[in-house]
T-cell receptor, first 116, second 113 residues
Framework: DAGVIQSPRHEVTEMGQEVTLRCKPI?????LFWYRQTMMRGLELLIY????????DSGMPEDRFSAKMPNASFSTLKIQPSEPRDSAVYFC??????????????FGPGTRLTVL | EDQVTQSPEALRLQEGESSSLNCSYT??????LFWYRQDPGKGPEFLFT???AGEEKEKERLKATLTKKESFLHITAPKPEDSATYLC??????????????FGKGTLLTVNP
């Protein structure tokens, strides 16, 4: 299997621009997670989907952030407008989960975002 | 609020020098404790899941253990290729979510040849 695929791997943009990060989860997985990693705060969960439905978005920092999962094989995380403090590495992860089974999450390679 | 504290923040070992990494946690209703390894420029890679106090799991030179308040990752006779950041995460019900992982900030392990 190809693993979790993320694109782009690197993104440099200017403050105020829209940024869209993309993720393709592992085939057959029903849960998808978006994380942000910084030196100061470590790895933080932003939002997670189960069966394409957003379940918990309490980690989304503000209204500038939005995430969608139109189907089981694709998700996007959008930042509009972007700000320098959004600079971080964004990871997507997927898992096969049920109500009673807590399985490991498999992470993608991440997107390094730099907002100038 | 779930809390996960890892210590030390950084650890330097000589090849063959065994040691342990610590992960202390405060959660309500632990569902599982996960260990991940992260190499520079890559995503975290799953190592172990522990579900209940007293449980142990091993993989090559690594052994993870779990008590009611903390987990240890024991590294026996490490090699330079074991150098990485080791992340601990706890899974507990949160805000209606059964799958939320709360991560510690990690321990950066460097093994010198």
């Amino acid at each position: 299997d190809a693993g979790v695929i993320q694109s782009p791997r690197h993104e440099v943009t200017e403050m105020g621009q829209e940024v869209t990060l993309r993720c393709k989860p592992i085939s057959g997985h029903n849960s998808l997670f978006w994380y942000r990693q910084t030196m100061m705060r470590g790895l933080e969960l932003l939002i997670y989907f189960n069966n394409n439905v957003p379940i918990d978005d309490s980690g989304m920092p503000e209204d500038r952030f939005s995430a969608k999962m139109p189907n089981a094989s694709f998700s996007t995380l959008k930042i509009q407008p972007s700000e320098p403090r959004d600079s971080a590495v964004y990871f997507c992860a997927s898992s096969l989960a049920s109500v009673t089974t807590y399985n490991e999450q498999f992470f993608g390679p991440g997107t390094r975002l730099t907002v100038l | 609020e779930d809390q996960v504290t890892q210590s030390p923040e950084a650890l330097r070992l000589q090849e063959g020098e065994s040691s342990s990494l610590n992960c202390s946690y405060t959660v309500s209703g632990l569902r599982g404790l996960f260990w991940y390894r992260q190499d520079p420029g890559k995503g975290p890679e799953f190592l172990f899941t522990l579900y209940s106090a007293g449980e142990e799991k091993e993989k090559e030179r690594l052994k993870a253990t779990l008590t009611k308040k903390e987990s240890f990752l024991h590294i026996t006779a490490p090699k330079p290729e074991d150098s990485a950041t080791y992340l601990c995460a706890v899974q507990a019900p949160s805000g209606g979510s059964n799958y939320k992982l709360t991560f510690g900030k990690g321990t950066l392990l460097t093994v010198n040849p």
